[in-house]
């Protein structure tokens, strides 16, 4: 590794991802813990209660696995569980079954960044282990030390995580973000996790130290409790500013693990003295090594989607969408696979990018639902786009069908029905007394095209779209051009 | 009654199960007072359970292997709602929402469950004395322990309560007390029983068997506990072979004995010696033959590596025991105290010893030399006994050192207490199984057991020479006059 330059960022991260596997890594028990009932999603086993054993739940190490692949990390084809123990009350067999010494894979990288800024982040390894449950504190502001009681909600206990670590080759907060963005999407790609931030499906702790005078590695603090992207991105510029103004004072960093208070939008030390946590790992004697079979990574192999920076890349160069486009519509598999259906019903790449990014997405927003839930397929879209692409249908009109389409759930020709009347109402000498009308209004234009210069046809287009907003719809574009064809070129 | 006897004449209605019930009942209330082996009876729905199987009969339906057959198991198997106490103020008045697969397959099999068993806390201990509640005494001598930690299960088999009973075996649990109290133990193959709902004490060895006074019923109890286990990530997938097939059998010719040459200087009391000399000419007159084996590090390196990872599992497995969702919990103010108060007040000082010696081999800074060593000694044992088998078909071994001791005797000095498990702790390290036999009795009437071990999945081996064995001396007697 190149030296580093003094006083720069290093920043490594470790992120929790929780994987919707529908039971916990060793029993049977919901993973949807989510609004559920304190401690409804449990049983002897995720409650630890004694004489319960864990068995492994296959669909977690399948979704693990396939992420290490996606990754590009050396699965262990023997890895084993081991003990973590310590004392805390959301954790009821008082250790945590984690991997320790052989985690299921190591290695592998993710790309942030793009064209000649793309970098390669390194992965350290990839490991399963299970959630804790959850305190809840009874003070009003949820704070353990103004708390009279505690109560304890055992239905996250046991969910499946995998714990991701990188290497500490990201040097800036964006870096730190984009990372774990992409981490994002890559498990949403996969469908082994929601990659929530909010919900605490995905967890970040970071780890963050200077280089000194010599480019030498730093004291490294360890932050957590961001809660997004952006709490993410503000924790790690604080932490930066609180180590470089210590330094500048002279100061030693001190090595501890720091809370992120997203209110008060900075970092405190863990009060009182650092506990050295001793964890006592040994091998899970309940538990037999993990064994994997090349057949069984093998056919995980075979269920990778296409990865979301490999769809961006033939997004832009295959569909000459621009970068930006191509990252809008890769951000969610959902919107991806959504505009390659539309292509599939003969829109065009660009104008399907176009629709998505400033129609449907808009929808989604007002909306706050997700591209699965909304209630426009994209077959449907796609037919509409068409329509546009072939002159059928003007872009104008287009618009107002695409919200009675989505509002009442129709398609195409529905939605042209509901408008009042089928394609072409307005006809004949009515039309030809429009189309007069719009060319009366558009003089200018006119003298354009008879002068000839109107060579793509937008001009004659953009008409025809005039006429068919005049007659809201009720006009077969097909009649309006050949009217405007007689007209124009008489 | 053997169990099979009980069984058959259930099936065919010569005697109902509520009939032997209530009898077994009986001898329980005459005799217990003295013995203390039932830490829980479970008289009312052991009798409800009999009119089910006599229901069964009545209808003609099956009721399984074990008819009727009532059974005491021990206090660390879980049984749905009914306390399990692991003989521990900590669960002093626990009630697990779940059956232990063991207990499912005793009643799923027809057995009627007479009881929970006192036992060394946790399963800590070699005479029962460990109790929290009381200790049990050797039926033969009531001045003396009965063995640990099962001795409660044992002692109910010696004095004739049940034909049956089960116990666990972490490191001679089974075979010790077997041997005290004058019975057949049977520890099988680490992954042969499930453990699912045995209160772990340390998980890759503990393993749940059986005892008995016969060996065709030690071989029965093993065509009922011997069922693979999904919810078991550690019972083996192997299929299991009838276990009474192989009994029978009079000619053991082909049969290779084998004893270990470092036994031979070991200090060992002369009854027990003698014992092992009887068995051994029993076994040669059936045919079989003798070869010399030899287990040094197994000898040099088995007691002080199972005080190792048996504590070190320990420690982990018991940490559960916080005080904040089940068994006993302290009032106090803070969380420190309510962990440090509730685990001083539910354990007793043998379970304190082993909890505090497992944190320690397993802290940073002495895992390396403790817990890591300990584990390559195990691998060193167990490559010791495979290769013994490449030469031998089953070793012959004393059980225990001495016979029972004096209540009392070990009790301040743990490293005593420790030594009896010289014999049988080497086995489960090698994750075998262990079959401790009724040899006769000494001068001063206390029964003198002897040791057979077998090769991994060796069950059916073991289970032959003991029919061997029990055909030239009989069953094992009842203690305390029973029959």
Sequence with gaps: ?490 | MKAVEIAKAVKEARITAVEITAKAIERVRRVDSEVRALLTPLFERALEKAAEIDRKIENNQDPGPLAGVPVVVKDNLCMRGLKTTCGSRMLENWCPPYDASVIRFLEEAGAVILGKANMDEFAMGSSTENSAFFPTANPWDTERVPGGSSGGSAAAVACGYVPLALGSDTGGSIRQPAAFCGVYGLKPTYGLVSRFGLVAFASSLDQVGPFSRSVEDLALAMNVLSRPDPADATSSRRERPDYTACLGKEDLKGLKVGLVSEFENYPVQPEIREALAKVEAILRGAGAEFVSVSLPATIEAGLPCYYILAPAEASSNLARYDGVRYGISAKTENLMDLYMKTRGLGFGPEVKRRILTGTYVLSSGYYDAYYLVAQKARIRISREFREAFGRADLLLMPTTPTLPFRKGEHQDDPIQMYLSDVFTLPVNLAGLPGLSLNAGYSSSGLPVGVQFVGPKWGEETLLTAAEAVERVLGKPACALGGE
């Design chain 1, 1 to 490: 590794m190149s030296l580093r330059k003094p006083n720069t960022p290093v920043i490594g991260l470790e992120i929790h991802v929780q994987m919707k596997t529908g039971s916990k890594l060793f029993c049977a028990c919901s993973t949807d813990y989510i609004g559920a009932v304190p401690n409804t999603n449990v049983c002897p086993v995720c409650l630890g209660l004694p004489g319960s054993l864990p068995v492994v739940n296959r669909k977690a190490v399948e979704y693990a696995v396939r992420t290490a692949l996606a990754l590009g990390s050396r699965i262990g084809y023997s890895t084993r569980f081991h003990r973590k123990n310590y004392f805390y009350p959301d954790l009821p067999k008082a250790y945590q079954i984690s991997q320790y010494d052989v985690p299921l894979a190591v290695g592998g990288q993710l790309p942030i960044g793009e064209g000649k800024d793309r970098k390669w982040i390194r992965i350290t390894r990839l490991h399963l282990e299970e959630d804790a449950g959850k305190l809840v504190h009874s003070a009003r502001d949820g704070r353990l030390g103004n708390s009279e009681y505690s109560l304890v909600d055992y239905n996250r206990g046991g969910v499946p995580l995998m714990e991701i670590v990188s290497e500490p080759e990201l040097s800036t907060p964006c870096e730190a973000r984009e990372f774990v963005s992409r981490l994002r999407q890559l498990v949403r790609f996969l469908g082994v996790s929601d990659g929530d931030m909010e919900k605490g499906s995905l967890r970040v702790d970071a780890n963050i130290s200077l280089t000194g005078p010599d480019g030498e590695l730093g004291t490294k603090v360890e932050v957590k409790n961001m809660n997004s992207l952006r709490s993410l991105e503000r924790a790690l510029e604080f932490e930066i500013a609180r180590q470089q103004e210590c330094l500048a004072r002279g100061e030693r960093i001190r090595q501890e693990t720091r809370h992120w208070d997203d209110g008060k939008g900075l970092t405190c030390g863990t009060r009182g003295k650092e506990e050295a946590h001793d964890y006592r790992y040994f091998p899970d004697p309940d538990l037999p090594p993990l064994v994997l079979s090349p057949d069984f990574v093998d056919d995980q192999r075979s269920l990778l989607p296409e990865l979301p920076w490999d769809l961006k890349e033939r997004l832009v160069m295959e569909h000459g969408l621009s970068l930006e486009d191509a990252s809008v519509l890769t951000e969610l598999p959902g919107i991806a696979r959504y505009f390659e259906e539309c292509l599939r019903k003969g829109a065009t790449p660009l104008r399907a990018a176009n629709w998505i990014r400033t129609e449907v997405l808009r929808v989604l927003n007002e909306k706050r639902i997700s591209i699965e839930a909304f209630a426009l397929s994209p077959e449907k879209l796609g037919q509409l786009l068409a329509r546009i692409e072939s002159g059928l249908v003007s872009t104008t009109l287009a618009k107002e069908l695409f919200e009675k389409m989505v509002d009442e759930n129709l398609d195409v020709d529905e939605a042209l029905q509901k408008a009042g009347s089928p394609s072409g109402k307005v006809t004949g000498n009515d039309l030809r007394k429009m189309v007069k009308l719009v060319l009366d209004r558009e003089r200018a234009t006119v003298e354009e095209i008879k002068q000839g210069k109107d060579g793509k046809g937008k001009k004659r287009s953009y008409l025809c779209g005039l006429v068919m907003r005049e007659s809201k719809g009720q006009a077969d574009p097909a009649e309006v051009g050949k009217i405007l064809e007689e007209i124009l070129d008489r």
